[in-house]
């Protein structure tokens, strides 16, 4: 059983920066894919960003192309997600997730690990 656990969220104003971490517990990430998904009020859950175990593969949402950055330290057993040049429509709950498959899948139906969720907002 692997246990993930966000941290790193807040309140920032738009066209500021935040780092999200995602720890693990219970097994090693470092055969697991791993991503990071986000949802807003009324909305429903979306990727934000995706990982492949080694590192060497990643997608992005196109809303968060050239300002978010997945990667992930396996010694440390952790993920991570910065932002830069956040806009107040990037206010959400972001989970973080694994799959044991590996390669980074950008379909949440992959993942079966989640974590509770680290919330972000961003005022405008």
């Known amino acids: 059983q692997v246990q993930l656990v966000e941290s790193g969220g807040g309140l920032v104003e738009a066209g500021g920066s935040l780092r999200l971490s995602c720890s693990a517990s219970?097994?090693?990430?470092?055969?697991?894919?791993m991503g990071w998904f986000r949802q807003a009020p009324g909305l429903e859950r979306e990727t934000v960003a995706v990982i492949s175990w080694s590192g060497d593969n990643t997608y992005y949402a196109d809303s968060v192309k050239g300002r978010f950055t997945i990667s992930r330290d396996n010694a440390k057993n952790r993920v991570y997600l910065h932002m830069n040049s956040l806009k107040p429509e990037d206010t959400a709950v972001y989970y973080c997730a694994a799959h044991g498959g590996g390669w980074a899948s950008y379909s949440l139906d992959n993942y079966n690990y989640w974590g509770h969720g680290t919330l972000v907002t961003v005022s405008s």
């Open positions: 219970g097994r090693s990430l470092s055969s697991y894919g």
